[in-house]
T-cell receptor
Framework: AQSVTQLDSHVSVSEGTPVLLRCNYS??????LFWYVQHPNKGLQLLLK??????LVKGINGFEAEFKKSETSFHLTKPSAHMSDAAEYFC?????????????FGTGTRLQVTL | EADIYQTPRYLVIGTGKKITLECSQT?????MYWYQQDPGMELHLIHY???????EKGDLSSESTVSRIRTEHFPLTLESARPSHTSQYLC???????????????FGPGTRLTVL
C-alpha cells in the first residue's frame, strides 16, 4: 500500500521569498515521486519527478525537490516565489514497475503569493 | 504536437440526461485514466485502461462507464446524469510501464461538469 501526506493545505508567501511545500510518503516498494501543479481551471502539469537517480531533483520554473528516504519526505522548494506560482500543488507517489502500478495523490497544497 | 485533449471543457446539463466526455491523446500511450476531482480536493481514480478493449475500475466507485475501442480515444459516459455527478473529470495517459519505468502521467485540461 502507498500513501502520501501533504502537511499544509494552504501556504502563503510574499513574492521574492522562498517557497516550501511539504510532502511525506509511504510505500511498500521503491517509489517514484512526482510534484504536479494545477492552475485554476487547468489540467495538471508535471513539475518534477524522482525515479531513483539523483536525490535532488530539478524541475521546471525554478522548482526543486529532495528525496530523503530516512525521513520519507519529498518536499518541494523554490528560492524566490513569483506571482505566477500561485496554484494548487499535488505530491504524488507511485510504486515503480509493472503494468498495474497506479498513482496516489495527496490532498494538495494551495500556494498563495502576495505582493 | 503530441498532446491530450478533452471536450467539452465545461458542461452544464439537466438531471437524467446521457452525457459522454471525450478524451483523446496523440502520444501513442497504451494506458489511459479517468480521475474525478471535487473542488479543493485530491484526484480519485475512477477508470483506467491498459490498451484497446481493456477497461478497469479505479479506486473510487463511479456510475460512469468507459470504452477503449481505439488506442487514442477513451470516452467516459454517464447514462443518466445526477447532481451528485457534478465534479471535474480529468483524463490522463502514460506509457504501459515495465519494471524500469516510472509511470509518468500526462493530463488533459479537464471537463468541469455541472448537473442541475
Amino acid at each position: 500500500a502507498q500513501s502520501v501526506t501533504q502537511l499544509d493545505s494552504h501556504v502563503s508567501v510574499s513574492e521574492g521569498t522562498p517557497v516550501l511545500l511539504r510532502c511525506n510518503y509511504s510505500s511498500s516498494y521503491s517509489p517514484s515521486l512526482f510534484w504536479y501543479v494545477q492552475h485554476p481551471n487547468k489540467g495538471l502539469q508535471l513539475l518534477l519527478k524522482y525515479t531513483s537517480a539523483a536525490t535532488l531533483v530539478k524541475g521546471i520554473n525554478g522548482f526543486e525537490a529532495e528525496f530523503k528516504k530516512s525521513e520519507t519526505s519529498f518536499h518541494l522548494t523554490k528560492p524566490s516565489a513569483h506571482m505566477s506560482d500561485a496554484a494548487e500543488y499535488f505530491c504524488v507517489v507511485s510504486d515503480r514497475g509493472g503494468t498495474a502500478s497506479k498513482l496516489t495523490f495527496g490532498t494538495g497544497t494551495r500556494l498563495q503569493v502576495t505582493l | 504536437e503530441a498532446d491530450i485533449y478533452q471536450t467539452p471543457r465545461y458542461l452544464v446539463i439537466g438531471t437524467g440526461k446521457k452525457i459522454t466526455l471525450e478524451c483523446s491523446q496523440t502520444m501513442g500511450h497504451d494506458k489511459m485514466y479517468w480521475y474525478q476531482q471535487d473542488p479543493g480536493m485530491e484526484l480519485h481514480l475512477i477508470h483506467y485502461s491498459y490498451g484497446v478493449n481493456s477497461t478497469e475500475k479505479g479506486d473510487l466507485s463511479s456510475e460512469s462507464t468507459v470504452s477503449r475501442i481505439r488506442t487514442e480515444h477513451f470516452p467516459l459516459t454517464l447514462e443518466s446524469a445526477r447532481p451528485s455527478h457534478t465534479s471535474q473529470y480529468l483524463c490522463a495517459s502514460s506509457e504501459l510501464g515495465g519494471l524500469s519505468s516510472y509511470n509518468e502521467q500526462f493530463f488533459g485540461p479537464g471537463t468541469r461538469l455541472t448537473v442541475l
